[in-house]
């Protein structure tokens, strides 16, 4: 029996190398997995030019595979969500996600403006019964190779208790099926372990957690520890995670631009650099933000995914295979079950604060 493809709805505009960055990602995924169906929104022509340029240099692309839609207007970096909800129909990142709520699509991606993305997509998309505010999760690598799911990482900056422990359950769903972990761990991002430690909402998002047996919870984690697989969903507000995850993307960024300086600064240095240029090869390949793009939007009705807006077409490609995952696994289902068993004692918790 035949499988159906997954409709893929895609943002062909956003970004900051859009539509190149975009085109060259979907080329790049179908090289891989053909059991897919694209719906391209954006600049018709910008977007055929960008797919003349691929079958140029002797790529594979066939034409059933992708849809081109025109869409006039491009929702840009600056657009506050509130705009672009307004006055956004018939640009490309609207139209692309509302083709996911009109069940044309099963999933959305976007490398475009993340509050407009996530205000759009709230919009048309939903949120999933009982939970307050969707989240915006990533995932950030360890010193052993393995990752970490954050969330939420810019979304909410001012969370309730509530909210962090639906990030919890959220968090967990999600991390089971993007790393594959049966039973993942789960800790609050604060200042320190102890358990006096921290604002009243994580303290109380601490004490409701502890309490819920069905989960790995495992306390607190401070900064220095996300990285050293402690954990492997890390929960946290948006104004803290989108910090955390920025900080760590610059001091990857450092490190390596410091490390070059280095090696070039002296002949021995060079030879050490020809020697070991494998070694570090394999660590650039476990730090490359952009091996772990893809930002789920998780607590909406549909899965939406977010690019990183500086995505080349490799990157944007992990993106797609992000929201092709959470498709195949039925991810969204999941969460409801979860919410579903744990909304008494969620209300509970709700009414006692």
């Excluded at 509050?115 to 939970?131: C, E, P, Q, R």
């Excluded at 790393?179 to 004490?207: C, F, M, Q, S």
């Amino acid at each position: 029996m035949a499988i159906c493809p997954v409709k893929i709805s895609l943002d062909a505009m956003g970004g900051d190398s859009a539509p190149e960055s975009v085109i060259g990602g979907m080329v790049e995924y179908l090289s891989r997995d053909e059991n897919v169906f694209f719906d391209i929104y954006g600049d018709s022509d910008r977007i055929a030019g960008c797919l003349e340029k691929y079958k140029l240099e002797k790529y594979k692309i066939d034409a059933e595979l992708y849809r081109i839609h025109h869409t006039s207007k491009i929702i840009s970096a600056a657009q506050k969500p509130s705009h672009a909800l307004r006055y956004g129909k018939d640009s490309s990142m609207f139209e692309a996600v509302n083709s996911v709520a009109i069940g044309l699509s099963d999933v959305v991606v976007s490398a475009g403006n993340t509050g407009a993305y996530m205000a759009i997509s709230k919009f048309l998309l939903k949120t999933v019964d009982n939970i307050e505010r969707p989240a915006l999760t990533a995932l950030v690598p360890n010193r052993y190779g393995g990752q970490a799911l954050m969330l939420d990482l810019g979304a909410n900056i001012d969370c309730s208790f509530r909210n962090l422990v639906e990030f919890a359950i959220m968090g967990r769903s999600a991390a089971k099926v993007i790393i594959g972990l049966e039973n993942p761990r789960v800790a609050i991002l604060n200042v320190g372990t102890e358990v006096t430690k921290g604002t009243d909402h994580i303290k109380k998002a601490y004490e409701v957690l502890s309490a819920d047996n069905t989960i790995n919870f495992i306390g607190y984690i401070e900064g220095i520890n996300i990285s050293n697989n402690v954990a492997d969903v890390i929960v946290t507000d948006g104004f803290s995670g989108n910090i955390a995850l920025k900080c760590m993307e610059g001091a990857i960024m450092l490190t390596l631009k410091l490390y070059e300086q280095a090696v070039k600064s002296s002949l021995l240095g060079k030879i050490s650099y020809i020697i070991g240029k494998g070694a570090l090869k394999k660590l650039k390949n476990v730090i490359d933000p952009g091996k772990l793009n893809g930002a789920s939007l998780v607590g909406l009705q549909r899965i939406a995914v977010k690019s990183h807006g500086s995505a080349n077409a490799s990157s944007f490609a992990s993106a797609i295979s992000v929201a092709v995952k959470l498709h195949k696994a039925n991810f969204i289902e999941d969460i409801i079950g979860s919410l579903s068993s744990r909304l008494p004692e969620i209300e509970k918790w709700t009414k006692e604060a």
